[in-house]
């Protein structure tokens, strides 16, 4: 029996060892001879031909094994082979790239020279020219045919390969897989010349495996591309060398059209093609020396482009040497022991580029009446702050001491676009946070993350920072179970991430959809709202109509998952909606008929007493009586419990917080098709309307827990962020906190459709 057993392991080991080997001729040898043997040898010769070397310091190549044509070990080699080859072309082409862009940088080009420096395409011919020239040669071949065969596979490569947005779709992979495949057949038909006539079963199959292996690598470079540059990008941003202006506008572009359409991204690129971005700064700023622009923002924002944009025109400034006359009638001044006239003259000039830069920041669209406006920047901008804790007015005086040390040959090296705060804006600062420190030490964080989000202009800030003070400085007493402090920090975060907005354990889907979108645009007036309603118990409307907001509504709720403020702002939504409406009778179907004409201000939505954690404590009632409205359904009585506000009425209720030019925020119900839907989001998109609220049914699968279509789930509302216009994906934000946060165009659409 022992001897048995033996066998059977001896022959296990056995099958397992010729496993490995397979798999190490057939999979990782071409891999790795691809991959790092054929470029270490390339780069070494290179290297010894360039010193006038002939010593022949190579690796040997990995040993793979002979197979025949289409067998499993020809596909095995073939696709290794290939994957391989993504990494030593792409880096190939990247390498080249950084060359053409730092000798089109050193040289200045511009027009169609500098665009041909900075095309990744060029970069990918050339790279693989050069990496082809240097391979080891083989049989019947020169470094020369290589060169301009591997130059050739991937100029064909370019004429054949599909646009970008298809290179992920099914199309476009069998698409590049064929156009590379014949691209590499091309190159290497220029490389060997014999190999095109040659139809023995060896030529064959070496066309085949070339065919095969250009096919995968074709595949996947544009991912390999990508990735290298994005590691790239992150290396540079961490080492504060900044990114190449057309990456930062390759990711950002589409932001910044839509938030800011006034200014032209080609015009940008064109006069500033060279310079570099670095994000996430302390405070933007341009420096002349390193022609490096720092951005507070990773991203664009509506700020974000203006800071840009500013720093730009201190560039273009800098470039075209606009303030040199000043510096030099300031030296002058100088020389002549003029000291109060040249620091007039050198102030002047500075204030001159301040004052250009930030008229370039409106674009386009500038003001009509710009005398008004730069007679205001005169008078605000040195009180500014241009960085931490320093002034344009006290900057200058720094610089301009410099520059008399220097006896007038000193130039400012870096150009400032402020922190945006400014005086007002400081004080409401300082106000909240002597109000808060005491029980919420690390406010000081937070206050700064809602100065920092690009979207929000001083003014903003600044209002939002007086309401939060008047929330914890209240002078009417609050309840005791009430912590105003825990109410604004809560309410600052959300204000710096309105994704963080909930619906809790209410059938409040649509106002909470509704606050996010006053969060998102107008988080300003949704402070208002919060500290209006505490101080008062009453919010006034944008038509005038007093909202009167019950003591029991109030109160924090304990169980029900949302925020005190999503609390309150959804409550006092409810009421601003149904405080305006006449009486109503709710029919069995759901539906909600008006009397016509009303008295109004009869009805509001109130909250209860309860022990009942299963069920919503509120529901509307007839204000004079307290009687809590039912709907008449068949079978059993059934309070009315959810707001059951249409797309009207929210749209209503969202203009009585914000004000009449605020606009719609909703989609209509009934939306044709995924293309009408397409039109609407690309229309929005364009027009600064995102974002937008969507009525869906939870019964379909995109909702479903188990995305399978559901009996159960409803009606709900959620929140269009955003679109990706070329990929038809939609950004969602779901009330309910937890959800995929992107969507397929059409799915969303399909979950708007009624289920029967």
């Not at 008295?599 to 309860?610: C, D, K, M, N």
């Not at 609407?680 to 364009?686: G, P, S, T």
Request: hydrophobic residues 35%; charged residues 25%; glycine residues 8%.
């Amino acid at each position: 029996m022992t001897r048995f057993k033996n066998f059977e392991v001896s022959s296990a080991i056995k099958d397992v060892e010729i496993a490995s080997d397979w798999t190490q001729k057939n999979l990782l040898a071409p891999f790795l001879n691809a991959a790092c043997v054929e470029p270490i040898n390339a780069l070494s010769g290179a290297a010894e031909r360039a010193a006038g070397s002939h010593h022949a310091h190579r690796i040997a190549k990995m040993d793979t094994a002979s197979c025949a044509q289409f067998s499993a070990e020809f596909w095995s080699q073939s696709i290794a082979s290939g994957l391989g080859s993504v990494i030593s072309y792409a880096c190939a082409g990247r390498l080249a790239g950084g060359g053409l862009r730092s000798i089109g940088s050193t040289l200045a080009l511009e027009g169609t020279a500098a665009k041909i420096a900075c095309n990744q395409s060029v970069a990918q011919i050339v790279g693989a020219g050069i990496y082809d020239a240097n391979r080891d040669l083989q049989a019947n071949e020169t470094h020369l045919g290589n060169g301009l065969g591997g130059a050739a596979s991937f100029g064909a490569l370019t004429v054949l390969g599909p646009g970008s947005s298809k290179y992920f779709s099914a199309y476009g992979l069998l698409y590049r897989g064929v156009s590379g495949g014949v691209s590499t057949v091309i190159g290497d038909g220029i490389a060997h010349p014999a190999r095109f006539y040659d139809k023995s079963p060896k030529g064959e199959q070496v066309a085949a495996g070339t065919f095969l292996s250009g096919a995968f690598m074709n595949m996947l470079l544009p991912g390999a591309h990508e990735g290298i540059a994005r590691l790239h990008d992150r290396a540079s941003l961490s080492f504060g060398k900044g990114i190449a202006l057309d990456r930062y506008l390759k990711v950002e572009r589409e932001t910044a059209l839509n938030l800011r359409p006034e200014f032209s991204l080609d015009k940008i690129m064109a006069e500033h093609r060279w310079t570099r971005i670095q994000t996430n700064a302390e405070t933007s700023n341009f420096n002349h020396r390193k022609d490096l622009v720092s951005l507070r923002s990773s991203d664009f924002g509506s700020t974000g482009i203006k800071d840009l944009v500013h720093e730009l025109q201190h560039r273009r400034e800098a470039r075209a040497g606009i303030a040199e006359p000043g510096y030099l009638r300031a030296k002058e001044l100088l020389l002549k022991n003029d000291l109060s006239g040249a620091w007039s003259v050198f102030r002047a000039n500075r204030m001159g580029q301040e004052i250009r830069a930030r008229l370039a920041e409106q674009g386009k669209f500038g003001p009509e009446n710009k005398t008004a406006q730069i007679a205001e920047l005169k008078a605000s901008i040195p009180k500014a702050l241009a960085r931490e804790g320093t002034t344009y007015e006290a900057l200058w005086r720094e610089e301009f001491l410099t520059f008399a040390k220097s006896k007038g040959e000193s130039r400012p090296e870096i150009d400032y676009s402020g922190k945006n705060i400014n005086p007002e804006l400081e004080a409401a600062h300082d106000k909240l946070l002597n109000l808060m420190m005491a029980k919420e030490p690390k406010i000081e964080n937070w206050l700064s993350w809602i100065i920092k989000r690009s979207d929000l202009e001083p003014q903003k800030v600044t209002q939002i920072f007086d309401s939060m003070s008047k929330i914890v400085s209240n002078k009417n007493p609050l309840p005791e179970q009430m912590n105003a402090h825990n109410l604004v920090r809560r309410s600052l975060y959300q204000i710096f991430d309105p994704n963080e907005i909930r619906q809790g354990y209410h059938p409040t889907c649509s106002l909470a959809a509704l606050e996010h979108v006053t969060y998102s645009k107008h988080p300003e007036n949704a402070a208002k709202l919060l500290a209006e309603v505490l101080r008062e118990r009453r919010y006034i409307t944008k038509d005038k109509t007093p909202i009167s907001i019950s003591e029991l509504n109030i109160l924090p709720e304990k169980y029900w998952h949302r925020s005190h403020g999503n609390q309150l702002f959804q409550n006092t939504a409810a009421n601003i909606y149904w405080q305006r409406q006449p009486k109503f009778e709710a029919l069995p179907d759901g539906r909600i008929i008006h009397s016509t004409p009303g008295p109004y201000g009869l009805i509001s939505y109130e909250r209860h007493h309860t022990k009942d954690l299963y069920q919503t404590p509120y529901s509307l009632v007839e204000k004079a009586t307290g009687t809590q409205i039912v709907s008449k359904s068949p079978d059993e009585l059934d309070l009315v419990r959810s707001p059951s506000l249409n797309y009207h009425g929210i749209n209503d209720v969202y203009r009585q917080i914000n004000g009449a030019t605020s606009g719609d925020i909703c989609l209509p119900p009934r939306i044709a098709s995924p293309d009408e839907m397409r039109t609407a989001l690309v229309d929005r998109k364009r027009d600064g309307l995102l974002p937008v609220i969507i009525a869906v049914d939870t019964r379909h699968k995109a909702f479903a827990p188990d995305h399978q279509t559901s009996g159960s789930g409803g009606l709900h509302s959620v929140v269009a962020t955003k679109f990706d216009a070329h990929e038809n994906v939609v950004s969602i934000f779901n009330p309910w906190g937890y959800f995929t946060p992107k969507m397929d165009l059409k799915d969303l659409w399909q979950s708007t459709q009624p289920i029967d």
